[in-house]
């Protein structure tokens, strides 16, 4: 309905400027009848987070709803409104008609700023949840805008970290897909595999090769970390060889930071070190504290809160088990104990 709003806009001031018609039988009905067609709307199941990005005009009521009538009031109330707009495209005389799309523009303008104050709230959480603790082009920064730099989306980290970090930096280019589905959102993709030796090849067996590479820390890559951000756990990697992943994290359900009761992290060609993670417990499964135990380390991690955990690696592997661990109920039946955000070795 997008692209269809202004066809509509120029067809209205071409009936203004013909001198507003309105057939005596067929205007009623036209008017009452697409009034009408407001009234079977699912408002309670469009007006939501979505409608930020989808659906603009529908912010004014999700406005109204929370400060003046309830969400199940809202299909009532829209309808009334249609039926009141159709009453004066009605009354009006046609020496007045141009009042009708001043009336529009004024009530444009009124909405506006529900629509500002919801999209501004939006963007900017949709930026910290991609961004956190660098400079929204922190990889043209480091590397210059015209440098190959990919981005892997293992399905781990929250899907803003590629989304936001494509959008602001010119120097990310080709996104690669190593988890169980594509990257969401319809961004372009090219899937990629992880063997056994850790090397990553496309759908012909090639070997993947870039300059830099934009990856979470459940890939560590045989190259140099050049930047971070570190609270998300979104590292920058330069690689002058075939890209290789020198870490195998598994327990981790696919495209997801959900764990089940156990994880293991091995890391390849190390020696010793130790592995720093960090933990978020839900607050809708989980009342108290869980407990994450791994190679003697134990921590406690309170629900909602950023935990990190830092544990020694042991034949360069470590093993977390995690209690408790919730089945959310009959629509998810996945055993769920706690997100890991982020993977990060630590050399000796």
């Known amino acids: 309905m ?20 309105r057939p005596r039988v067929v205007a009623p009905v036209v008017a009452i009848g697409v009034a009408l067609l407001v009234a079977p709307l699912p408002f309670a199941r469009f007006i939501g987070v979505a ?16 400060h003046v009538i309830t969400l199940h009031q809202v299909r009532l109330v829209a309808t009334l409104c249609a039926l009141g707009a159709a009453a004066i495209f009605l009354a009006v005389p046609a020496r007045y008609a141009l009042a009708l799309p001043l009336l529009l523009l004024v009530y444009f303008a009124v909405e506006q700023r529900p629509i500002e104050a919801r999209t501004t709230f939006a963007s900017r959480g949709a930026l910290f949840q991609g961004i956190r603790s660098v400079p929204a082009d922190w990889i043209d920064r480091r590397v210059g805008r015209d440098a190959d730099v990919a981005a892997i989306w293992t399905g781990k980290p929250d899907v803003h970290v590629i989304w936001e970090n494509e959008f602001f930096n010119r120097s990310v280019g080709p996104v690669y897909d190593v988890g169980a589905a594509p990257i969401p959102g319809g961004l372009h993709s090219t899937p990629v595999t992880v063997g056994g030796d850790g090397y990553l090849r496309d759908a012909d067996g090639r070997l993947v090769r870039h300059r830099y590479v934009l990856v979470d820390g459940s890939l560590d890559l045989n190259g140099v970390k050049r930047a971070a951000d570190v609270p998300i756990g979104i590292n920058l990697w330069e690689v002058h060889r075939p890209l290789r992943s020198l870490t195998q994290v598994r327990g981790l359900y696919p495209n997801d930071s959900w764990s089940g009761p156990a994880v293991s992290y091995r890391r390849l060609e190390c020696r010793g070190g130790s592995v720093r993670v960090t933990l978020l ?7 108290h504290s869980q ?26 592997a470590a093993r977390f088990a995690i209690t408790p661990t919730r089945v959310p109920g009959p629509e998810d039946m996945r055993r769920l104990g706690i997100h890991f955000l982020s993977f990060e ?3 000796r």
């Open 2 to 21: 997008f692209y269809v709003v202004p066809l509509f806009l120029i067809a209205f001031l071409l009936w203004v400027q013909r001198g507003a018609p």
């Open 51 to 66: 409608a930020t990005a989808d659906t603009l005009s529908l912010l004014p009521w999700w406005n109204l709803q929370e």
């Open 281 to 287: 417990g839900d607050t809708h499964l989980f009342a």
């Open 291 to 316: 407990t994450v135990r791994a190679n003697g380390v134990v921590r406690r991690a309170r629900p909602g809160v950023v935990t990190p955990m830092t544990v020694p690696l042991r034949g360069c």
């Open 345 to 347: 070795y630590l050399p």
